[in-house]
């Protein structure tokens, strides 16, 4: 099964293909709804395939090439389309591809009817086909090919309902903000690659990262390049300072918002980092960089997403948040645990976006919170899994969100420090929070909508039935990664699995002082315990009491606005950056520069050659007699310099 | 005989050329001015002759010939341009005459 | 038939077929469309037999024709390839035939003198890539302004013969530079080789021993009227207009083609004849190359007239072509070869794709468009896709040039610095801000012009035939270039080798 990798991107592109050019022709639904999900259905079974076949191989067995054919061979850099299929690459394909088929699945319920039904399935399979090359690329230019693909399948869903208005603009102005953005993001990272090539001439991942832990290269070098390459991470990503495309993104579908924007696509900046975790262990400044990075992240949109009303919106910053968590894990050395969190945050993430999608399609399209309550007895599936991914997010024991964000926060303490871990906890209280207001206020209390207008319902089983299975993997996700400190070596499978591709990162970082078991579990306890007071704060809040909410709000009127508006980044951005060189380049390097400067130099010229001719052709009377004097007067002058000359 | 020197036949020539180039150069009407031009060819000839005369040699004078020749050519195409520009013209003021220029 | 002839058979066909034209009656204008578009194919496929005739590991020039022309002088007529101009002459054989048939319906006046106008240029654009005499190419260089001259100034827009001088004189501005250099070139030559010669290949041997002071002026006046016709920052005032008023075939040839023209000199000429003035100057050319970049990319994000907009891109596009150049790397010179087909064909295709809605509604200005991803959904996707490859994204044609001129600048020897990839690099966000909000504000939204309900229709039969081609070779290059690389990477070697021979040492 190994071998046949290369099918889980050429089934996607194939899909991709059928419904792109004939999928107007097709127009049953039902059929370009089965290709689009048939075909990531089947890599779903390949993938899963190739992941028994690895486990069965001995460890050292299970890092396989499989080279497809040579792409760039330009002098030194010889670039082969080869997939490698590891435990990292196998770990992610069997995320992009089992959600994403329940996601394509989920999406044929809820695309029903729309006039662009194939281009969204044909979209949808473009971007799986992308975002395979990008986990399983073998170098870092197929990687980056698969990083610019998903970059653009996002802007060409976010932008699908292209005639739509949004917030303040139309989707198109957030789709072309989203690729904008990440092309920030990109920038950086091929200048990390350029510089990668130049230091290890190579950009093979087997190639550089051995020698990277060979090479006697200076910490300076791996400190830029890692720099560069965070800066690619923080791009697609979504941290700090380029995280202002996602919120934005959610002007795209919903199913397009779990798919893209919560399960995958944002995570490819984790899975990058991880993947080139010898290189960051290398630069231990960018490592703290990192973890800092994410950790503002994590507690800046956790605090917007506590007053947002706008259902996705809230779920957008929480994405950001997770993310947040997951680089900060990268930060402090738990590579593991931060694709650990990748995993089950698709699972509970993917799940709150599809829950949020069944609501909104059940609500006509409604999407401010503060227009629903009591939606529980509507929507009972619905709102069983949403309350189980809510829980899972809160970090409640049990679920699969509570192992991740444990081994986290469990290693920014003993790696980053007391305030890593304080921070992390906080944030894991905001979450909590936001998360439970927004369940109440969804599901609980009274209801607000209009009644004649709106009849909720719930939704059809094609999209029910994913959510369920989300739910359970919300539920069950976890159980693959125990915490050592209650199960030993041996119950954290997750990390056994990935440790060989870290194992040269580890190598080089000195890690987890002496800690005592005790320690552990009573930082576990007073995160537990704070998240379940902020739920049950929540709970108590938004359920009975809302005043208190509006109480507060008022008191801190400014913070509350402040939050709201999102820092006003978005403002910033546009004054310092977006205005100035839009405005400069019209008025000063066009208008100015270029037409008056150096086109005034041009016309200039000429126009002085014109008016210096214009003086000299006087001369030219018409007059035969003063051409004839002229000629005589030089004649004298001549023969009077001959003369003077003897 | 006592020959009269070189020099009075040439500054006679030199003499007439100037008057020549003075006529060509000063005067309106396009008839003096192309007589002009026949006196400075003819000064030219007397310069000729007189060292055809004082050298011995004899291809001055044919070469005389051959200016007159030339001349009286001229002096044929000169007049009917000059008849021509006048019909179209009613002038042959040189001054009028001024389409040289573009 | 004899191999040698080849590139002379390739170089009389549309001579020959510009002749036959003018014997048609000018009401024939089927006929004489069909002519022309037969002539340009069957150039076309003669540079295919050349293509499979060409052997790809020999550095050396192929096809060699001599014919002895000017015997006092030692000028001959004399063509040859090597692998970087084959590429070129593939590039504009396969983009004249396009051209024609993009005009069927759009050039209604006077279609026997644009036929023979563009069979015309497309003699000079060939002669320039096969010239093997300097003194041959310059007559090529110079032959291919005048149809062009007339192809803006007689099928043009409003301001034609405004942007047909202006093209005109900074062309020919820099050519007779060019001249002085050649006729300098070449008695500098017999005074060392004891004939006067304009043969190229001797040239190679002369060029490098010059001494510097002099080299260095006719490096200059080489490299202004090369950068003219690129063009480089701040020399391309003259694109703008000339491409704006240019119908749509004459902006296809000369995005396609013609600026290419300047960067091939640049490479055949430039770098082996005068490499140690080339390796100085180079820092100081890559500057301007990155601001062109840039630069080329802000003017362009503000235009209001899509042509305009794609016109600036190009400034910004051939500014990673002449960084590439300069670099001197052998990843950043492949890279500029293959940027160089890659902006023939995702600009060619742009300008193709603004003339097709320009046929229709004679705008182009980006604001009286908008929604039209509604009315024209085909138009949509294809635009779509050429402006991806424009912005170069990786798989298709655009990334693959860039991403080896940046590599390549990154490591080059010769700019030793990191900068000019950084600036440059920038622009590949910038490409994105201009591209997509032009087509953001074209096709996404509402239709705000009831006009366009009426006026605008899909992509037609023959529009889809001029495109789908080019689409082919944009993905066939992003997907699989070694077909193209390979072709020119033993050229690109030779040359550097000839460089780094009488420079310092630029290869490991």
């Known amino acids: 099964m190994i071998n046949l990798i290369y099918l889980t991107t050429l089934l996607p592109l194939l899909g991709f293909l059928i419904n792109g050019l004939f999928g107007r022709k097709i127009k049953n639904e039902k059929v370009i709804g089965l290709i689009g999900s048939a075909t990531i259905g089947i890599s779903f079974l390949i993938v899963l395939g190739a992941f028994i076949q690895t486990l069965g191989l001995p460890i050292e067995e299970r890092s396989n090439t499989v080279n497809l054919f040579p792409w760039l061979n330009v002098g030194g850099l010889q670039i082969k389309f080869a997939y490698l299929v590891d435990q990292l690459s196998l770990t992610m394909s069997l995320i992009v591809t089992g959600v994403g088929f329940l996601i394509h699945v989920y999406s044929i319920g809820y695309m029903r009817g729309d006039k662009g039904f194939w281009r969204f399935f044909a979209y949808l399979n473009l971007f799986i086909f992308a975002m395979m090359n990008l986990v399983l690329g073998d170098n870092f230019v197929v990687l ?39 092309r920030i993001g990109d920038f950086g990272f091929l200048l990390g690659m350029f510089l990668i090539f130049m230091t290890f001439d190579s950009l093979n991942f087997k190639e550089v990262f051995a020698r990277a832990a060979s090479f006697p290269v200076a910490e300076s070098t791996f400190g830029l390049i890692a720099l560069f390459l965070f800066i690619g991470a923080t791009g697609k990503s979504a941290q700090i300072p380029l995280f202002v495309w996602l919120p934005d993104a959610m002007a795209g579908p919903t199913p397009v918002s779990a798919l893209i924007h919560a399960a995958t696509m944002v995570t490819a900046g984790v899975y990058m980092v991880s993947r080139a975790s010898i290189i960051f262990a290398s630069a231990p400044v960018i490592m703290t960089v990192v973890a800092v990075v994410g950790l503002l992240t994590a507690l800046m949109a956790a605090s917007i997403g506590l007053v947002q009303n706008d259902i996705k919106k809230v779920l957008a910053y929480s994405t950001v948040s997770q993310l947040g968590y997951m680089f900060l894990a990268a930060g402090v050395g738990a590579f593991s645990a931060s694709i650990f969190h990748v995993m089950t945050h698709a699972f509970f993430k993917a799940l709150l976006f599809l829950g949020a999608g069944s609501v909104i399609h059940g609500m006509y399209d409604e999407q401010n919170i503060q227009k629903y309550g009591g939606l529980k007895k509507y929507m009972p599936k619905t709102f069983l899994t949403f309350f189980i991914a809510t829980l899972a997010i809160s970090g ?143 709970l108590h809040v938004y359920r009975k009491n809302p005043q208190i909410a509006e109480n507060i709000s008022n008191k801190f009127k400014g913070f509350y606005n402040l939050l709201l508006n999102k820092y006003f980044v978005d403002e910033a951005y546009e004054a310092a950056v977006v205005q100035p060189i839009q405005k400069g380049s019209e008025k000063f390097l066009w208008k100015i520069f270029d037409v008056k400067f150096i086109d005034g130099i041009v016309n200039g010229v000429a126009s002085l050659v014109e008016n210096s001719s214009g003086v000299i052709r006087k001369i030219q009377t018409g007059i035969a007699q003063s051409y004839a004097l002229i000629m005589m007067a030089g004649i004298a002058l001549v023969l009077l310099w001959l003369i003077l000359s003897l | 005989m006592s020959l009269i020197p070189m020099e009075y036949y040439l500054i006679l020539s030199a003499f007439m050329f100037c008057v020549g180039v003075a006529g060509v150069l000063i005067r309106r009407n396009a008839i003096v001015v192309f007589m002009c031009i026949e006196l400075m060819l003819n000064s030219a000839n007397l310069t000729l002759v007189t060292f055809s005369s004082y050298l011995g040699n004899s291809i001055g004078q044919v070469f005389v010939f051959f200016v007159m020749t030339v001349a009286a050519a001229e002096a044929a195409v000169g007049l009917a341009i000059i008849i021509a520009i006048f019909r179209n013209k009613k002038t042959v003021n040189i001054d009028e005459i001024n389409i040289f220029k573009w | 038939m004899d191999q040698n002839l080849l590139l002379t058979y390739l170089l009389l066909t549309p001579i020959i077929g510009s002749v036959l034209v003018l014997f048609f009656k000018q009401e024939q204008k089927q006929l004489i469309r069909w002519f022309g578009l037969a002539i340009s194919l069957i150039a076309f496929v003669i540079s295919l037999i050349i293509y499979f005739g060409f052997d790809q590991t020999n550095s050396q020039f192929q096809f060699i024709h001599q014919v002895t022309w000017i015997k006092s002088l030692n000028i001959s007529y004399h063509v040859g390839v090597d692998g970087i101009s084959l590429l070129l002459v593939l590039l504009t054989t396969f983009l004249t035939p396009l051209t024609l048939l993009s005009t069927w319906k759009a050039i209604e006046k006077n279609v026997k003198m644009f036929t023979f106008s563009m069979l015309f240029l497309e003699v000079g654009m060939l002669g320039v890539f096969i010239s093997l005499d300097i003194f041959l190419f310059y007559i090529f260089w110079e032959a291919m302004l005048i149809p062009m001259y007339f192809i803006i100034g007689i099928w043009g827009g409003e301001r034609k013969i405004y942007a047909a001088v202006k093209f005109f004189i900074f062309t020919m501005f820099g050519s007779l530079l060019m001249l002085v250099a050649i006729i300098w070139l070449a008695v500098y030559a017999s005074s060392l080789l004891g004939h006067f010669t304009t043969n190229l290949i001797e040239l190679y041997k002369v060029g490098p021993t010059i001494p510097h002071e002099i080299q260095s002026w006719m490096f200059g006046a080489f490299f202004l009227s090369f950068a003219i016709k690129v063009p480089l920052f701040p020399l391309h005032t003259w694109l703008p207009d000339a491409h704006v008023e240019a119908p749509t075939a004459g902006s296809v040839i000369l995005a396609g083609v013609l600026l290419k023209m300047g960067t091939y000199g640049l490479i055949r000429f430039c770098l082996p004849l005068f490499p140690q003035s080339a390796v100085n100057f180079a820092p100081v050319i890559s500057v301007l190359a990155v601001i062109g970049i840039i630069y080329g990319a802000l003017v362009s994000m503000v235009q209001t007239d899509m042509k305009k907009l794609v016109a600036y891109s190009s400034v910004s596009h051939l500014g990673f072509v002449v960084l590439g150049i300069f670099a001197m790397t052998v990843e950043s010179v492949q890279g500029a070869v293959i940027q160089m087909v890659n902006h023939g064909l995702s600009t ?108 605008l229709t899909d992509m037609n039969l023959r529009e889809m035939i001029v495109i789908v081609p080019i689409f082919i070779f944009i993905i066939w290059i992003g997907v699989y270039p070694s077909t193209f690389l390979k072709l020119t990477e033993a050229s690109t070697q030779s040359i550097l080798q000839q460089v780094g021979s009488y420079t310092i040492n630029l290869f490991k």
């Open chain 3, 348 to 455: 060619g295709a742009l300008f193709l794709l603004v003339g097709v809605l320009y046929e229709r509604t004679h705008h182009r200005e980006i604001s009286f468009y908008g929604g039209i991803a509604k009315l024209v959904p085909l138009y949509s996707t294809v635009l779509m896709i050429a402006m991806l490859s424009s912005i170069g994204l990786p798989g298709l044609n655009g990334f693959i040039g860039e991403f080896l001129i940046l590599i390549g600048s990154f490591k080059s020897a010769v700019l030793n610095s990191w900068w000019f990839t950084i600036f440059a690099a920038s622009g590949v966000i910038f490409a994105a801000v201009y591209m997509l909000w032009m087509y953001q504000r074209v096709v996404f939204g509402e239709v705000k012009n009831e006009e366009l309900k009426h006026e």
């Open chain 1, 396 to 538: 409640v024991p049990g679920l699969s969100g509570f192992f991740s964000k444990d081994e986290i926060l469990w290693s920014a303490y003993a790696n980053g420090g007391f305030v890593f871990w304080l921070i992390g906890a906080i944030t894991a209280m905001l979450t909590a929070f936001y998360m439970f207001r927004l369940v109440s206020l969804t599901f609980y209390g009274k209801e607000r909508f209009d009644h004649h207008n709106v009849h909720p319902h719930e939704s059809p089983a094609l999209m029910t039935v994913p959510l369920i299975i989300l739910a359970v993997l919300s539920v069950v996700g976890g159980y693959i990664g125990l915490p050592k400190v209650f199960f030993g070596e041996h119950g954290n499978l997750f990390e056994g699995w990935l440790e060989p591709i870290y194992a040269p990162a580890m190598n080089k970082l000195s890690l987890y002082g002496e800690h005592t078991h005790l320690e552990e579990i009573l930082l576990m306890t007073v995160s537990v315990a704070a998240a379940l007071s902020a739920i049950f704060f929540a």
């Open chain 1, 144 to 182: 980056f090919l698969g990083w610019e693909g998903v970059g653009l399948c996002s802007y060409l869903l976010i932008g699908f309902w292209y005639d739509r208005k949004f917030e303040k603009g139309t989707t198109s102005q957030a789709a072309k903000k989203a690729f904008v953005v990440n």
